[in-house]
């Protein structure tokens, strides 16, 4: 096993290709791989969306996963971990945000995903604005 954990994060405005991310931390000494693939949902508190649109102030967005993907390495013992966002105007069903977590056990897996995932929404600079038939507003950060 590698000794020191990769981590590759990427802020992008073009579709987030999957496939691609899980192949990015597929490895002969990982036994566990775990995948938080975040969509665009029709509705907020019962209220219909019509579609959402993320901006992010990018230099401290990257540094921010950055930390988030140095912080999960330190904590539990995972080799690779793959972080992606998207910005600008996503559609019902879209994919905003991935993150996999790639370790020799699952639970470690399972543990940095969910780190990775919480610990990005309150912290790191990318705001989402909710679009409804009659408005729009902003939406907190923190879950």
């Not at 597929?26 to 566990?32: A, K, N, T």
């Not at 921010?64 to 992606?84: Q, S």
Request: glycine share 4%; charged share 25%; net charge negative.
């Amino acid at each position: 096993m590698n000794s020191t954990p990769r981590y590759d994060v990427l802020l992008q405005s073009d579709t987030i290709d999957i496939s691609t991310c899980i192949a990015q931390v597929m490895s002969p000494s990982c036994g566990g791989i775990d995948i938080f693939i975040g969509t665009v949902r029709n509705a907020t508190k019962g209220k219909a969306v019509t579609h959402l649109e993320f901006e992010a102030y990018e230099p401290m967005a990257i540094s921010e996963m950055k930390k988030i993907a140095e912080a999960a390495t330190a904590k539990w013992p995972v080799e690779k971990i793959v972080i992606r966002h998207r910005t600008g105007r996503m559609e019902i069903g879209e994919v905003p945000v991935v993150i996999a977590v790639a370790a020799a056990h699952r639970d470690a897996a399972f543990d940095a995903c969910r780190f990775i995932i919480d610990t990005l929404k309150q912290t790191v600079p990318i705001w989402k604005k909710e679009f409804f038939e009659d408005g729009a507003h902003w939406v907190s950060a923190h879950p």
